[in-house]
């Protein structure tokens, strides 16, 4: 079973993808870690973004895994505070619209996913990486609350303005690639989690898994 949860950042997309693993004991894949990933492989090596193929040679060259629920890169564990940090979230949208980058993080999901009940969360995971899911949801928020949430995360030293600034950026980025948009699949079940608790938007979740 593939359960695909797409939807803008900061709407609790991992929070929830998690907790809906957990409870149903799917296989949890995160899309956005694998292009954070690439970003910070990037930053590291003092890559320059503007560059294509610099980008490019940087995704094929990036080793991502999951190994026994452990992301890892290029073999070593990354953590969450890693892969979220301002300049991580405004450059992996740029890294992201590349469609040969796109390419190469679809296929490695599509490869560990075989064989696997998973749910999986992202911009594109129900409209390109898994068009064919047994079950697609769309999570949204207003762009004010999802900056409050994020904020209140305190992943780095922005101000509230200075992350509802970069929210709406990144939105309108993502949006409007050529390749992999964030769009609503046709027959996708839409949750407003804006005035939800995570528990609240799991529950509707696991209802309309309950449903099939």
């Not at 939807?7 to 799917?26: F, M, Y």
């Not at 296989?27 to 610099?54: C, M, V």
């Amino acid at each position: 079973m593939i359960v695909a949860i797409d939807g803008p950042v900061g709407v609790g997309k991992s929070s929830i993808a998690r907790e809906i693993a957990r409870q149903a004991r799917l296989y949890y894949l995160n899309s956005g870690n694998f292009y954070r990933a690439i970003t910070l492989k990037h930053l590291l090596s003092k890559g320059d973004f503007s560059n294509r193929d610099e980008c490019l040679s940087t995704a094929r060259n990036a080793r991502i895994d999951i190994v026994d629920g452990v992301f890892k890169l290029d073999g070593h564990a990354v953590s969450e505070s890693e892969l979220h940090n301002s300049d991580i979230d405004m450059n992996a949208s740029q890294i992201s619209s590349i469609p040969e980058v796109r390419q190469i993080v679809n296929e490695r999901m599509k490869e560990i996913s075989k064989g696997l009940d998973i749910i999986a969360e992202g911009r594109d995971i129900s409209t390109v990486v898994f068009p064919d899911a047994d079950f697609k949801f769309y999570l949204d928020a207003e762009p004010e609350i999802r900056a409050r949430r994020r904020f209140q995360q305190k992943l780095d030293n922005q101000t509230y303005e200075e992350v509802l600034s970069a929210l709406k950026q990144r939105d309108l980025n993502d949006m409007n690639k050529s390749v992999g948009a964030l769009k609503i699949a046709p027959n996708a079940i839409i949750i407003d989690t804006s005035y939800l608790t995570i528990k609240e938007v799991c529950e509707k979740v696991l209802n309309a898994l309950k449903r099939q």
